[in-house]
């Protein structure tokens, strides 16, 4: 195998393991440990509450890879994400984020290498299709970080993402 076909299917099966199966899980068990009211419960008008920062994330998604890897038309509104006050169902939430990653998957399934490799302009900036995966999987995980704080701050409860795996096991 090429290096290049190597660190393509690498790197795909690290997004859909980073993004789809924690990210993509992690944003399902929070939403389901939390009431719709604490869904969009907001402690100021500088923050966010979970659901504007669900639908932020459809959105970001949609826009970097399914719009700019996709092709796929670019209709976001990003400030109505935010602008949300609610309530949209807890189901509903659930429910786009499972088929939000139905389409990552979808989408991961049939990036080429030279998708990787060629450079597309996204939100304003010029970024390589390596770049976009970076970043979606990365501001996935920063928002998916401030929803378990939330969870774990209001509920006083472990989200027992670890449980089970001995996590003082040393690599050396």
């Given at each position: 195998?090429?290096?290049?076909?190597?660190?393509?299917?690498?790197?795909?099966?690290?997004?859909?393991?980073?993004?789809?199966?924690?990210?993509?899980?992690?944003?399902?068990?929070?939403?389901?440990?939390?009431?719709?009211?604490?869904?969009?419960?907001?402690?100021?008008?500088?923050?966010?509450?979970?659901?504007?920062?669900?639908?932020?994330?459809?959105?970001?998604?949609?826009?970097?890879?399914?719009?700019?890897?996709?092709?796929?038309?670019?209709?976001?509104?990003?400030?109505s994400?935010?602008?949300?006050?609610?309530?949209?169902?807890?189901?509903?939430?659930?429910?786009?984020?499972?088929?939000?990653m139905?389409?990552?998957?979808?989408?991961?399934?049939?990036?080429?290498?030279?998708?990787?490799?060629?450079?597309?302009p996204?939100?304003?900036?010029?970024?390589?299709?390596?770049?976009?995966?970076?970043?979606?999987?990365?501001?996935?995980?920063?928002?998916?970080?401030?929803?378990?704080?939330?969870?774990?701050?209001?509920?006083?409860?472990?989200?027992?993402?670890?449980?089970?795996?001995?996590?003082?096991?040393?690599?050396?």
């Amino acid at each position: 195998m090429e290096a290049l076909d190597q660190y393509h299917q690498d790197l795909i099966s690290e997004v859909r393991r980073r993004l789809v199966t924690e990210c993509g899980e992690r944003t399902l068990k929070c939403l389901g440990l939390l009431s719709e009211q604490e869904i969009w419960y907001r402690p100021n008008e500088h923050s966010n509450s979970v659901g504007n920062l669900v639908l932020h994330l459809c959105g970001n998604v949609r826009q970097w890879l399914f719009s700019t890897l996709g092709g796929k038309h670019d209709n976001r509104q990003r400030q109505s994400e935010f602008d949300e006050k609610g309530p949209i169902p807890k189901k509903d939430l659930k429910q786009m984020i499972e088929d939000l990653m139905d389409e990552v998957n979808r989408l991961l399934d049939h990036l080429k290498p030279e998708d990787l490799l060629k450079t597309y302009p996204v939100q304003g900036f010029d970024e390589s299709g390596v770049a976009i995966l970076l970043h979606v999987t990365e501001h996935f995980s920063y928002h998916v970080g401030q929803i378990t704080y939330f969870v774990k701050a209001h509920k006083d409860l472990s989200v027992g993402y670890y449980e089970g795996i001995n996590l003082d096991i040393r690599s050396s």
